[in-house]
C-alpha cells in the first residue's frame, strides 16, 4: 500500500468529520521450521497486511485496525472509527505529533534488511543442525526441538499534517531446546538468538552445543537455606533486571503518578560507572527506525548518564501532560493509542567480565534463569523466582534451584555494577551485573 493510498484514507477521514488523521500500514511475511528428535514437525508461514486508523474530533480520539484494505474495507473502517470518535470520552492531552518535531528527509538506511529469503528446506537443515548439535554434548538424553525462522516486515505511516515516513527490515532467528538427566532429575536449557542479517546469527552448531551445555550445567541441582549473598545477573537476562527501570521512567506511568522513580528525574540512581544508551539508529539494530510511532525523529539518548537519570520516555501526550517535550519514544500497533517504548538499549560495559565479578563478590549466586517476577510499581519492592549455579572462592561450585531473590530497585540499582562482557543478543543488551549483598529466599 504506498503513500498515495494512505492519504486517500487520510483524507477520506477528514471527509467523514475527523480533525486529524494519523493511517499506519503493517506488511509482514514469515516462515518458520520446527524439528524434533531429528523430525520434521512444524512448517509455518504468515503473510499478512493491515491498516490502522487513528482519528481526533476537538479532545476525542478513536483508532481501529483491520485486513481488508480493499476500497470498500477503507470506507468501513473510517466510517466505524470516526462514529467511535464522536462517542469517546474527552482528553486534554490528545493529539498528532509537533508538527515542528517531525522526522523530515529521506529515511536514512540502518542496512536493516538483507536480501536473503530462504526457502523451508533451507531452515529445516539449520534446525536439524542446531538440534543434532544439542542431542552430541555429553549427559543430554532427549530435546524439545529446535527451531529456524525469516521475517520481513515494512511499516508505513501519514499524518494529516503532511507526515510520510516508512521503514522496513528482516529477522533471522535460530533457537534449541535441550533436556539433561533422566526422570526427576530431569533438567532444560535452551539458547537462541534473532538478528537482521543471516550472516550475523552464530552457527547452528554454536547455538546447539550452548543449549546442551546449560541443559546439563544445571543437573544435580540443590536447594539452599534462606541467606544475603553476592547475586550475578548473567549477561543473556541481566536486561530483566533493567525492565522496570523502563517501566518506571514510562511516561503514562509518571504522568499517573504510579511510578516509583516519578520524583528522580534528575537524580543519581546508579553509580557514575553505569550509563545505559537507547540508540535507534544503530546499524542492524532489531529495534533501529528512522522515527518514532508518531513520525517524531528520534536520536541517541543516554537515559542514564554516569548513573544520573536524565529522561523520561515521552509520547506526545503524555509530553504535554508533563508540560515536557516528546522524546521520541513514541509505540503504537494498528489499533489503540501510541504508548512509549525504547528502540536499542544497551548497557555500557564495565571492566570484570563475569569470572572477574565473581572474583570480585567472592561467593554468591550467578542467575541463569529467571521465572515469575513480582514488581510494586509505586514503590519499587521486587523478587523473581531463580535457579542458577554457586559460587565460592570466585569459582562455580554447584547448581542451585527454587530459589528467590528479591529487593528494593532503588537500593538495588544503587549498588548495581556492570560486567565486561557485552554481548549483541538484540534490542536490549546489557552485560552481567553483580548486585552485592541481595535476600535469597531457599528451603
Same mark, same amino acid.
Request: aromatic share 4%; proline share 5%.
Given at each position: 500500500?504506498?503513500?498515495?493510498?494512505?492519504?486517500?484514507?487520510?483524507?477520506?477521514?477528514?471527509?467523514?468529520?475527523?480533525?486529524?488523521?494519523?493511517?499506519?500500514?503493517?506488511?509482514?511475511?514469515?516462515?518458520?521450521?520446527?524439528?524434533?528428535?531429528?523430525?520434521?514437525?512444524?512448517?509455518?508461514?504468515?503473510?499478512?497486511?493491515?491498516?490502522?486508523?487513528?482519528?481526533?474530533?476537538?479532545?476525542?480520539?478513536?483508532?481501529?485496525?483491520?485486513?481488508?484494505?480493499?476500497p470498500e474495507g477503507r470506507?468501513?473502517?473510517?466510517?466505524?472509527?470516526?462514529?467511535?470518535?464522536?462517542?469517546?470520552?474527552?482528553?486534554?492531552?490528545?493529539?498528532?505529533?509537533?508538527?515542528?518535531?517531525?522526522?523530515?528527509?529521506?529515511?536514512?538506511?540502518?542496512?536493516?534488511?538483507d536480501p536473503t529469503e530462504?526457502?523451508?528446506?533451507?531452515?529445516?537443515?539449520? *534446525?536439524?543442525? =542446531? &538440534? +543434532?548439535?544439542? $542431542? /552430541? %554434548? @555429553?549427559?543430554?538424553?532427549?530435546?524439545?526441538?529446535? !527451531?529456524?525462522?525469516?521475517?520481513?516486515?515494512?511499516?508505513?505511516?501519514?499524518?494529516?499534517?503532511?507526515?510520510?515516513?516508512?521503514?522496513?527490515?528482516?529477522?533471522?532467528?535460530?533457537?534449541?531446546?535441550?533436556?539433561?538427566?533422566?526422570?526427576?532429575?530431569?533438567?532444560?536449557?535452551?539458547?537462541?538468538?534473532?538478528?537482521?542479517?543471516?550472516?550475523?546469527?552464530?552457527?547452528?552448531? *554454536?547455538?546447539? =552445543? &550452548? +543449549?546442551?551445555? $546449560? /541443559? %546439563? @550445567?544445571?543437573?544435580?541441582?540443590?536447594?539452599?537455606? !534462606?541467606?544475603?549473598?553476592?547475586?550475578?545477573?548473567?549477561?543473556?537476562?541481566?536486561?530483566?533486571?533493567?525492565?522496570?527501570?523502563?517501566?518506571?521512567?514510562?511516561?503514562?506511568?509518571?504522568?499517573?503518578?504510579?511510578?516509583?522513580?516519578?520524583?528522580?528525574?534528575?537524580?543519581?540512581?546508579?553509580?557514575?560507572?553505569?550509563?545505559?544508551?537507547?540508540?535507534?539508529?544503530?546499524?542492524?539494530?532489531?529495534?533501529?527506525?528512522?522515527?518514532?510511532?508518531?513520525?517524531?525523529?528520534?536520536?541517541?539518548?543516554?537515559?542514564?548518564?554516569?548513573?544520573?537519570?536524565?529522561?523520561?520516555?515521552?509520547?506526545?501526550?503524555?509530553?504535554?501532560?508533563?508540560?515536557?517535550?516528546?522524546?521520541?519514544?513514541?509505540?503504537?500497533?494498528?489499533?489503540?493509542?501510541?504508548?512509549?517504548?525504547?528502540?536499542?538499549?544497551?548497557?555500557?560495559?564495565?571492566?570484570?567480565?563475569?569470572?572477574?565479578?565473581?572474583?570480585?563478590?567472592?561467593?554468591?549466586?550467578?542467575?541463569?534463569?529467571?521465572?515469575?517476577?513480582?514488581?510494586?510499581?509505586?514503590?519499587?519492592?521486587?523478587?523473581?523466582?531463580?535457579?542458577?549455579?554457586?559460587?565460592?572462592?570466585?569459582?562455580?561450585?554447584?547448581?542451585?534451584?527454587?530459589?528467590?531473590?528479591?529487593?528494593?530497585?532503588?537500593?538495588?540499582?544503587?549498588?548495581?555494577?556492570?560486567?565486561?562482557?557485552?554481548?549483541?543478543?538484540?534490542?536490549?543488551?546489557?552485560?552481567?551485573?553483580?548486585?552485592?549483598?541481595?535476600?535469597?529466599?531457599?528451603?
Amino acid at each position: 500500500m504506498d503513500e498515495n493510498l494512505l492519504n486517500e484514507v487520510a483524507a477520506s477521514a477528514l471527509a467523514a468529520g475527523a480533525d486529524a488523521a494519523e493511517i499506519a500500514f503493517a506488511e509482514r511475511q514469515s516462515l518458520s521450521v520446527t524439528v524434533r528428535l531429528g523430525e520434521l514437525e512444524e512448517v509455518e508461514r504468515e503473510e499478512s497486511r493491515d491498516l490502522g486508523v487513528r482519528v481526533l474530533i476537538g479532545k476525542r480520539q478513536a483508532s481501529v485496525s483491520g485486513s481488508d484494505i480493499s476500497p470498500e474495507g477503507r470506507r468501513k473502517l473510517v466510517e466505524r472509527v470516526v462514529a467511535m470518535a464522536r462517542l469517546a470520552a474527552e482528553d486534554p492531552w490528545v493529539g498528532l505529533a509537533p508538527r515542528d518535531r517531525l522526522a523530515k528527509g529521506p529515511a536514512p538506511d540502518f542496512d536493516l534488511r538483507d536480501p536473503t529469503e530462504p526457502g523451508p528446506e533451507f531452515l529445516e537443515e539449520r *534446525a536439524r543442525a =542446531a &538440534e +543434532a548439535a544439542a $542431542r /552430541a %554434548v @555429553a549427559g543430554v538424553t532427549n530435546s524439545n526441538g529446535a !527451531s529456524a525462522s525469516w521475517s520481513s516486515s515494512a511499516w508505513r505511516l501519514v499524518t494529516t499534517d503532511g507526515f510520510y515516513g516508512a521503514h522496513s527490515g528482516t529477522a533471522f532467528s535460530l533457537s534449541a531446546q535441550a533436556i539433561a538427566g533422566e526422570g526427576a532429575a530431569m533438567e532444560q536449557g535452551g539458547e537462541g538468538r534473532a538478528t537482521r542479517w543471516l550472516e550475523d546469527l552464530p552457527t547452528p552448531e *554454536a547455538i546447539g =552445543a &550452548e +543449549a546442551g551445555r $546449560r /541443559a %546439563v @550445567a544445571a543437573l544435580g541441582a540443590r536447594k539452599i537455606p !534462606s541467606t544475603t549473598a553476592a547475586v550475578i545477573f548473567e549477561n543473556r537476562l541481566s536486561g530483566s533486571l533493567l525492565g522496570p527501570l523502563l517501566g518506571a521512567i514510562a511516561g503514562p506511568a509518571v504522568a499517573r503518578g504510579v511510578s516509583f522513580l516519578k520524583d528522580r528525574l534528575g537524580s543519581a540512581l546508579f553509580s557514575k560507572a553505569v550509563t545505559l544508551t537507547d540508540d535507534p539508529h544503530r546499524l542492524r539494530g532489531m529495534g533501529s527506525s528512522p522515527f518514532d510511532d508518531e513520525g517524531v525523529a528520534n536520536h541517541l539518548t543516554n537515559i542514564i548518564d554516569e548513573g544520573v537519570l536524565t529522561t523520561w520516555l515521552l509520547n506526545s501526550a503524555t509530553a504535554r501532560q508533563l508540560g515536557m517535550e516528546t522524546t521520541g519514544h513514541a509505540s503504537r500497533g494498528l489499533a489503540g493509542p501510541p504508548g512509549v517504548s525504547a528502540s536499542n538499549l544497551t548497557l555500557q560495559a564495565g571492566t570484570l567480565d563475569q569470572a572477574g565479578l565473581m572474583r570480585e563478590a567472592g561467593s554468591g549466586v550467578l542467575i541463569t534463569s529467571m521465572f515469575g517476577p513480582s514488581l510494586n510499581s509505586n514503590t519499587g519492592d521486587w523478587s523473581v523466582g531463580c535457579s542458577g549455579q554457586w559460587f565460592e572462592n570466585g569459582e562455580l561450585a554447584y547448581p542451585v534451584t527454587e530459589i528467590t531473590v528479591a529487593g528494593n530497585l532503588i537500593d538495588i540499582y544503587a549498588r548495581l555494577i556492570p560486567g565486561a562482557d557485552l554481548v549483541r543478543r538484540g534490542s536490549a543488551d546489557t552485560p552481567s551485573i553483580l548486585v552485592d549483598g541481595l535476600a535469597i529466599a531457599g528451603k
